[in-house]
């Protein structure tokens, strides 16, 4: 059963930078049939979508053009581990953060896998 | 904002049919069949329940349905339950770079 797990800071402060960690178990994160991906919620709000790595031979990345500015996202395969980075945070930064998986046909590319979520909150 | 836009709040009666509707552009959920519906529980991580506009995931129930039409995407719960009552979000491919946008979400109450 493939699960993800987030790990990081809970807490960062504004101005600084956001690290995330989504470690893969239960599959490979080179297998070539899959994307994955960083989501995040804002208490009591909606899903938005941050970004996407794909690393099936070269590596490809999507991020939310709105986003785009501040943030990277790379992958480890040694480790089988996705990192997310976010620049220059602000209190609207502060929400829950997902990582998933995409799986992707040429049809569809939903998020099949979700890891828990873990919550950063920005403050001083 | 979100992108694609959902009612905030949907309910129905255990045993009644809701449906929950998902609108967007030519450019995301009418371009593409690439809707994927999600279940979200209080404290709980997103869950997939219909991809590919109506294709439900292995252990979904098939009292969830899912459809398109133009721009906006439905997903139907029939049969409602009160296991049924959470967040009920949609998502689309969103062209170019924007690989996924996200609807605000629907709350679905079971009276």
């Known amino acids: 059963q493939l699960q993800l797990q987030e790990s990081g800071p809970g807490l960062v402060k504004p101005s600084e930078t956001l690290s995330l960690t989504c470690t893969v178990s239960g599959g490979s994160i080179s297998d070539s049939s899959y994307y994955w991906g960083w989501i995040r919620q804002p208490p009591g709000k909606g899903l938005e979508w941050i970004g996407t790595i794909y690393s099936g031979g070269r590596t490809y990345t999507f991020y939310n053009s709105s986003l785009k500015s501040r943030v990277t996202i790379s992958i480890d395969t040694s480790r089988n581990q996705f990192s997310l980075k976010l620049n220059s945070v602000t209190a609207a930064d502060t929400a829950i953060y997902y990582c998933a998986r995409h799986r992707c046909t040429s049809t569809s590319c939903p998020f099949d896998y979700w890891g828990q979520g873990t919550l950063v909150t920005v403050s001083s | 904002q979100s992108a694609l836009t959902q009612a905030p709040s949907a309910s129905g009666s255990p045993g009644q049919s809701v449906t929950i509707s998902c609108t967007g552009t030519?450019?995301?959920?009418?371009?593409?069949?690439?809707v994927s519906w999600y279940q979200q529980h209080p404290g709980k991580a997103p869950k997939l329940m219909i991809y590919e506009v109506s294709k439900r995931p292995s252990g979904v129930p098939d009292r969830f349905s899912g459809s398109k039409s133009g721009n906006t995407a439905s997903l139907t719960v029939s049969g409602l339950q009160a296991e049924d009552e959470a967040d009920y979000f949609c998502?689309?491919?969103?062209?170019?770079?924007?690989?996924?946008?996200f609807g605000g979400g629907t709350k679905l109450t079971v009276l």
């Open positions: 030519s450019s995301d959920v009418g371009g593409y069949n690439y």
């Open positions: 998502s689309s491919y969103g062209g170019g770079d924007n690989f996924v946008v």
